[in-house]
């Protein structure tokens, strides 16, 4: 009995995306930013998506599988005004991206991808959230 219990419970771990889905092979692709968070000085704002239609504001980042990425924003954020077209590169839970243009502009993001949605997240030194954002896959 044990030996099924654990029988099952391996097959369901291989049927599942975790062995296979790689964050390498999730990431390739066009995101669209459908809600943020930032923190300011009157406190952390959540913009919805709503918002971000009704004053036609939007974020997208098509990261490619040779390791480039590209972005189009019309945010104020002033870290994603700050982000110039470049490469990407991960390593464990984090998204570094890197300007080609100035390679002193590397900007690292922590990362979740779950069911075709893209997580990132920017703190300062003082664990102030700079940048919280989700996206959905186009």
Do not use: C
Request: hydrophobic share 35%; proline share 1%.
């Amino acid at each position: 009995m044990a030996k099924k219990l654990y029988f099952t419970k391996m097959l369901n771990w291989l049927r599942s995306s975790e062995m296979f889905a790689r964050p390498s092979k999730q990431i390739p692709g066009l995101w669209h930013l459908v809600e943020y968070y930032e923190e300011t000085d009157e406190g952390l704002q959540n913009i919805k998506e709503s918002q971000l239609k009704s004053e036609n504001k939007y974020w997208n980042i098509e990261f490619k599988g040779d390791n480039n990425f590209t972005h189009y924003s019309n945010l104020s954020v002033l870290l994603i005004s700050e982000i110039r077209n470049g490469n990407w590169n991960i390593s464990k839970n984090f998204i570094t991206l890197n300007s080609v243009q100035n390679s002193g502009n590397i900007i690292e993001f922590q990362f979740a991808v779950t069911n075709d949605q893209l997580k990132l997240l920017k703190k300062d030194a003082s664990g102030r959230i700079e940048f919280f954002g989700f996206f959905n896959r186009q």
